[in-house]
């Protein structure tokens, strides 16, 4: 039970500070609002979690 409320009160935390990052500091970046932009963004944790998952199964397999 510890180790779960550990880990939500870390996930919290990071929720948090990545909110207050994106706030804060994401007006101070200077990217320009076109649809190349919006579609990398969306789309890039997407294509990063796919491929850490396959090199993850691809790992598994092998073993």
């Not at 009160?9 to 929720?15: N, V």
């Not at 970046?29 to 691809?58: C, D, E, G, K, Q």
């Amino acid at each position: 039970m510890e180790n779960q409320l550990g880990f939500l009160l870390k996930l919290l935390l990071i929720s948090a500070l990545l909110s207050s990052l994106i706030k804060y500091a994401g007006p101070s970046l200077l990217i320009s609002a076109t649809t190349t932009n919006a579609l990398i963004m969306v789309l890039l944790p997407t294509v990063i979690l796919a491929i850490a998952l396959l090199s993850r199964f691809s790992g598994q397999k092998q073993n």
